[in-house]
């Protein structure tokens, strides 16, 4: 009897776990007389951060000497790539399709682009552009922690790798090389359309989302997230807020 309690109380679990996991999943409908949000995001106390990494293999393809990685980007007070996005959207309008195939080069050991959105669920083909062995690591950011989604050996020029990605908590992605320390790039994954990449002045724009609440987080690799708190979107209206990293 007790066994049969614990297998029910299993499938009980399982059943709950997937009935979750596909209430979480987001649905594409046709927005009627959205509205938006816009506004800027300051550096605030966030400072620039580069770190230095010597070359020590590779040179021919790597460079020589010494080099400067940009950990924090920060021009005339604005922070690069840094996104502000609605969490836990459950409908709403489509995902580009771009977002839903990206890919990832690496060229002259580096990552490009060093900065990259893409679709949670969606597809990143990694390509070895370089005649070397490169080892692509990608990490789920989940505060301080991280979790491998992507650790694939590419040792020769065109091999070429994809893989579905599918972020359990995090929203964005470390990307690094095991075989030479000096590769990273940051990706966000975005769990619905309605973010925004903010531009070189600071400024930022989402749009076409259904009239509601919602919560505003502003993210970036390395800093991470900053809560926004609940903004109100009122349909055919634009809220206004500004945010900045504390």
Same mark, same amino acid.
């Given at each position: 009897?007790?066994?049969?309690?614990?297998?029910?109380?299993?499938?009980?679990?399982?059943?709950?776990?997937?009935?979750?996991?596909?209430?979480?999943?987001?649905?594409?409908?046709?927005?009627?007389?959205?509205?938006?949000?816009?506004?800027?995001?300051?550096?605030?106390?966030?400072?620039?951060?580069?770190?230095? !990494?010597?070359?020590?293999?590779?040179?021919?393809?790597?460079?020589?000497?010494?080099?400067?990685?940009?950990?924090?980007?920060?021009?005339?007070?604005?922070?690069?790539?840094?996104?502000?996005?609605?969490?836990?959207?459950?409908?709403?309008?489509?995902?580009?399709?771009?977002?839903?195939?990206?890919?990832?080069?690496?060229?002259?050991?580096?990552?490009?682009?060093? !900065?990259?959105?893409?679709?949670?669920?969606?597809?990143?083909?990694?390509?070895?552009?370089?005649?070397?062995?490169?080892?692509?690591?990608?990490?789920?950011?989940?505060?301080?922690?991280?979790?491998?989604?992507?650790?694939?050996?590419?040792?020769?020029?065109?091999?070429?790798?994809?893989?579905?990605?599918?972020?359990?908590?995090?929203?964005?992605?470390?990307?690094?090389?095991?075989?030479?320390?000096?590769?990273?790039?940051?990706? !966000?994954?975005?769990?619905?359309?309605? !973010?925004?990449?903010?531009?070189?002045?600071?400024?930022?724009?989402?749009?076409?989302?259904?009239?509601?609440?919602?919560?505003?987080?502003?993210?970036?690799?390395?800093?991470?997230?900053?809560?926004?708190?609940?903004?109100?979107?009122?349909?055919?209206?634009?809220?206004?807020?500004?945010?900045?990293?504390?």
């Amino acid at each position: 009897m007790k066994t049969l309690f614990k297998g029910l109380v299993g499938v009980a679990a399982i059943v709950s776990v997937a009935s979750t996991a596909q209430a979480a999943k987001y649905k594409e409908i046709d927005v009627k007389d959205g509205g938006s949000i816009s506004g800027t995001v300051a550096a605030g106390s966030a400072a620039a951060k580069t770190k230095g !990494f010597t070359i020590s293999k590779d040179p021919q393809i790597c460079g020589e000497g010494q080099r400067e990685v940009p950990i924090v980007e920060i021009t005339n007070g604005v922070v690069k790539n840094a996104v502000v996005y609605l969490a836990k959207v459950k409908e709403g309008k489509a995902f580009p399709e771009e977002l839903k195939n990206v890919k990832i080069d690496q060229k002259k050991c580096a990552f490009l682009p060093a !900065f990259s959105v893409m679709a949670n669920g969606g597809k990143l083909t990694a390509v070895n552009s370089d005649s070397t062995l490169h080892n692509i690591h990608t990490y789920e950011l989940i505060g301080k922690a991280r979790r491998t989604v992507m650790n694939v050996s590419q040792p020769n020029a065109g091999d070429k790798v994809t893989k579905k990605v599918k972020m359990r908590k995090g929203t964005g992605m470390k990307i690094e090389c095991d075989a030479h320390d000096f590769m990273h790039a940051y990706m !966000f994954v975005a769990k619905s359309p309605y !973010f925004a990449v903010i531009d070189d002045k600071g400024g930022f724009k989402i749009d076409n989302i259904p009239a509601g609440k919602y919560k505003i987080v502003l993210w970036h690799g390395f800093l991470g997230e900053v809560k926004g708190g609940k903004v109100e979107v009122k349909a055919g209206g634009d809220t206004k807020i500004d945010l900045s990293f504390k």
